[in-house]
């Protein structure tokens, strides 16, 4: 992906609440980006395909799950292999009102709800 494209027709889609940072979700025609604050100063930036969501939608409709569940359950490595690319995906869902980050926790990971 070329950076000129990375920033192209971007808007504001909502935040997500992590445990101790907010996360920024934005919207451009081919993907979401996921922003958050780092401890520099900076931001750290995650990129999301338009699909996960969807993916995570039909797979998991109703479900309460973890980022592992949907790593492993989605059969989908090709978005959701790298890196906090599925944790990265469900705070989108939670910027989109598809999703609920819940307060439990299942052992360290977060648990969220899928509408």
């Known amino acids: 992906m070329k950076t000129s494209q ?64 949907v790593k492993n359950r989605s059969k989908r490595p090709d978005l959701f292999g790298p890196d906090f690319a599925a944790l990265s995906s469900l705070y989108v869902m939670v910027a989109l009102r598809q999703a609920q980050k819940l307060k439990r926790k299942l052992g360290k990971s977060f648990v969220f709800k899928i509408k």
């Not at 920033?7 to 979700?25: L, M, N, P, S, W």
């Not at 930036?45 to 479900?63: D, M, W, Y």
């Open 6 to 69: 990375l920033f192209k027709d971007i808007q504001y889609v909502g935040q997500a609440e992590g445990e101790r940072k907010t996360y920024h979700v934005f919207e451009t025609s081919d993907h979401y980006l996921v922003v958050a604050p780092n401890t520099r100063g900076g931001y750290n930036l995650n990129v999301v395909s338009l699909k996960a969501p969807k993916v995570i939608s039909e797979r998991f409709k109703g479900q309460r799950v973890t980022t592992q569940a």
